[in-house]
């Protein structure tokens, strides 16, 4: 897979002005409050209105200005490489002086610029070209580009290649073979091959030792690191490199006095003093929160230094010591006082760590700079650009950017890539983010875990299913295994997509823990495309592999199955196949379930019969849910008989008198109810609250007050308190029918002695039924209301329906104080209080609690339409 095809850049635009830089990001000036407060600078005010397009168009022309101080041929060249054409032909045709210098300077311009894939192309069409023999130099000059791009597996095929071939060309075979492993990060190797040099009467030159000692040092090699430094020492091949390689090795095993007595010894024996010896030690001890001490060796070699770099070696220990204000202040400080231009790797420094802080104020300052002081941005500064305007939310510039890309030969690196794909992915982009990530196959980047994770949610919650395949490919193609979560998204999109047969095809790759997900999506998707046996057959292998099986699964599976062709057979098939081995009574129970839940209640009962027939213990589940078969089809009389084969075979349940007598109060049988709880109560069961409920319900609706006021009766006299909705019924009829209070009256008159002292809730009764004159205010009434049981939003409409008739303004105290009291008004609360206002003649007002009511997402009832 190769790169997008470049284009030559044949002209470079003059600037624009830079005032239109200066704009930027005053474009996006809502985007500032997500930026870093620490810079005190402030984004320029816009001297006139710039496009987006104007901010990608700027920044492409200060690219373009890293041409102008570039090689032509060395442009032309990467041009070629990067190009889909035939590449070999092409370079062939420039007449080449190939040399060991000219290839170097290939590879270096290419690895300065992060373009892997044109160095490898290069050096591999150098390699076949006659007359010209790779030498050990270029070996290593592509070793360390690969390294750098932490590509040491290319190094490894590089060296298992080269040690399996011979080479009829000047590379020094063994020592390429010593730095290659070395470059690499396996000095093991390297030393074990350096032996078998030394046996042979070879040996390193100068070159080479320094970087198998290097290699030593940056692995904490530390016995083998002294014998080869000696070994530089006994053959003369001591230079500048190897101080600033022993200060490294010092350093990095904490030795920093021994390292800072090396450099007193070099300064003192009149040696000349370079940048890297100090700017390693001056990183260590800002690391190691040494500041102090780092500060009094920069003023000690300091001097020893041009003043650029000794200002340079400062800043960047204070970056690396995590010091990022003092290194900022530090900067903008000798920038004004003396001048100071840091060199743009300081820049990049600077930027880097600013941008991995979310600083972008800053960020954009330091770019501000660059650009005005004429510093030609290199590739490291084109992609801090890149995620600058990731990060600033700025992502279709930052496209823009990318897609521009072959103007200015920008090869974006790991971390410009990852943002720009991240950042797509969260502005609802997964289709441009996904090509990107094509795009960048040919330079070797792959995304990380979470990177690769976001790219798939994000295809899966669009449903961009013919992407997501061909990510999976590209993936595992470069033996990366996606985890099961990714594949479980990836298989409910399908199902949304209506590819269920697809995503079953793929349950093979999810894990124990996303599984059952994936599955009850796929059995969801087979259901919707009438598929109700691939549906079974993803139930039972959902029960296979043990995974937990919800009732509600079942239920779906079954209605499905009981709606295609031979609905019995398919039924007990399915369940002969989860029930085999050790059959256990919740598995019956959710057949059982789910046979009611399809209105087949004759399979219910047969499944149920089957459970005894084969000696499965029964139990109330198992019975309750028959008896709701019956109940849910309208089968009164079937359930019935039922409930009395039960009670002649076992001792019925309290549940199973419950759910019946709850049935058929339901189904309007309430004297048949009321006969069964007075029955329990004889064999000394005890009725349910929700029995009660239902029953003083219904035979409240049917006008039966007597009975139904017997039954609080009843109720209380088993030591339990007044529910609300058993109270709130009672005041709800007692608005309706005065009878609510003359049955009250009634029973306490004939049971007297029997009856509880319910004076209280008579009197609230009689208050409701205006049957009674009371002088009680309705805050008096409502606390009344509150000792006999706990007063909710219903009882608090019922109070202020009887307000509302006749006094709104009390209607609105009580409403605020049900509100205080923390309770929610519902549409009903609202409706009263917009249907008084209007009977009161008060049409504003009631058409601002209509619109209040609308507010709250209520629709208003039918007697209060009228009012809008």
């Known amino acids: 897979m190769m790169l997008s095809t470049l284009k030559h850049h044949h002209h470079v635009t003059k600037h624009k002005p830079n005032s239109l830089f200066s704009s930027i990001l005053t474009l996006f000036s809502n985007n500032c409050s997500s930026l870093s407060p620490s810079s005190s600078s402030s984004f320029p005010p816009p001297s006139f209105a710039i496009s987006k397009t104007d901010v990608a168009d700027t920044i492409n022309t200060w690219f373009t200005t890293r041409h102008q101080s570039q090689d032509p041929l060395l442009i032309r060249i990467y041009n070629i ?251 903008r400080q000798k920038r004004d006082s003396e001048g100071f231009v840091p060199c743009k790797v300081r820049y990049n420094i600077l930027i880097g760590r600013l941008l991995r802080e979310n600083r972008l104020k800053d960020v954009y300052e330091l770019l501000m700079d660059m650009n005005e002081t004429c510093i030609p941005p290199n590739m490291v500064t084109m992609n801090a650009v890149l995620c600058f305007f990731c990060k600033l939310g700025m992502v279709d510039v930052a496209l823009e950017l990318f897609n521009s890309r072959s103007q200015f030969g920008l090869s974006p690196n790991y971390m410009a890539y990852k943002y720009l794909i991240l950042t797509l992915c969260w502005d609802g982009c997964p289709k441009e983010a996904y090509r990107v990530l094509r795009s960048s196959s040919g330079t070797g980047y792959f995304p990380d875990r979470r990177t690769f994770s976001t790219l798939a949610n994000a295809l899966c919650r669009e449903c961009k299913i013919d992407e997501m395949w061909d990510l999976l490919d590209f993936a595992l193609e470069r033996r990366f295994m996606p985890n099961s979560s990714t594949y479980s998204r990836f298989v409910s999109a399908l199902c949304r997509a209506g590819r269920v047969e697809d995503g079953y095809l793929m349950r093979g790759d999810l894990d124990k823990v996303t599984a059952r997900f994936s599955y009850a999506k796929m059995i969801m998707g087979f259901i919707k495309s009438n598929r109700g046996d691939i549906a079974a057959r993803l139930l039972v292998e959902m029960k296979e592999k043990g995974y937990e099986l919800k009732r509600s699964s079942y239920r779906h599976v079954l209605h499905c199955l009981l709606h295609m062709d031979n609905p019995r057979t398919r039924f007990f098939n399915l369940l002969e196949m989860m029930t085999h081995g050790k059959p256990h009574c919740d598995i019956f129970n959710s057949f059982i379930d789910g046979a009611m839940h399809a209105n087949k209640p004759d399979l219910a009962r047969e499944v149920f019969e089957l459970m005894q027939r084969n000696g499965i213990m029964t139990n109330a589940s198992s019975q309750i849910l028959v008896m709701k078969s019956y109940f849910r089809s309208r089968r009164i009389s079937d359930a019935l008989r039922f409930f009395n084969d039960i009670r002649h075979q076992v001792v019925v349940s309290t549940k199973l008198y419950n759910r019946m007598i709850v049935g058929l109060c339901k189904s309007d049988k309430a004297d048949i109810a009321l006969e069964l709880c007075f029955e329990m109560l004889k064999v000394g069961l005890n009725p349910s609250i929700e029995c009660y409920e239902v029953l003083v319900q219904k035979l409240c609706s049917l006008k039966r007050y007597y009975e139904a006021v017997n039954l609080v009766n009843v109720y209380e006299k088993a030591g339990r308190r007044l529910t609300s909705f058993l109270g709130n019924v009672l005041l709800f009829h007692s608005m309706i029918s005065p009878e609510v209070y003359h049955s009250c009256v009634d029973l306490r008159r004939e049971k007297e002695g029997e009856f509880l002292d319910s004076s209280m809730l008579t009197l609230i009764i009689g208050a409701f039924s205006g049957c009674l004159r009371v002088s009680y205010s309705i805050q008096e009434l409502e606390e009344l209301i509150a000792k006999c049981f706990p007063v909710d939003i219903y009882t608090y409409n019922l109070l202020m329906r009887k307000l509302t008739h006749h006094d709104m303004d009390k209607a609105c105290e009580l409403f605020d104080r049900m509100c205080q009291r923390g309770l929610e008004p519902n549409r009903w609360t609202y409706g009263l209080m917009a249907h008084g206002f209007s009977n009161h003649g008060r049409k504003d007002e009631a058409k601002r609690w209509v619109h209040e009511m609308l507010k709250k997402g209520f629709n208003p009832p039918e007697n209060t339409r009228n009012v809008i």
């Open 81 to 331: 490489l990067s190009s889909d054409d035939d590449f070999s032909a092409a370079l062939s045709a420039l007449s080449l002086p190939l040399s060991e210098t000219f290839v170097l300077r290939v590879l270096r311009h290419g690895g300065d610029d992060g373009d892997i894939l044109s160095c490898l192309k290069f050096f591999d069409w150098a390699g076949r070209q006659p007359r010209f023999y790779h030498t050990r130099t270029t070996f290593v000059a592509i070793f360390r580009i690969l390294s750098c791009a932490r590509l040491r597996p290319l190094v490894f095929d590089f060296l298992r290649d080269f040690r399996s071939c011979s080479f009829p060309h000047r590379a020094r075979y063994h020592d390429t073979l010593v730095v290659g492993y070395a470059i690499a990060g396996k000095p093991d190797i390297a030393l074990h091959l350096l032996g078998r040099m030394r046996f042979q009467g070879l040996d390193l030159d100068g070159f080479g030792y320094h970087i198998l000692l290097n290699s030593l040092a940056e692995n904490n090699c530390y016995n083998a690191f002294d014998v080869i430094a000696n070994q530089i020492c006994m053959r003369g091949y001591e230079s500048h490199m190897t101080n600033v390689i022993v200060i490294k090795h010092l350093c990095k095993q904490g030795r920093l006095e021994e390292a800072e007595a090396h450099l007193n010894g070099l300064v003192g024996s009149g040696k000349e003093l370079h940048r890297s010896e100090l700017s390693f030690l001056i990183g260590v001890l800002c690391e190691s929160n040494r500041f102090e001490r780092a500060v009094e060796l920069v003023s000690e070699f300091g001097t020893s230094l041009p003043l650029e770099n000794a200002y340079g070696v400062w800043i960047r220990g204070l970056v690396q010591g995590g010091r990022l204000d003092e290194a900022l202040e530090f900067f």
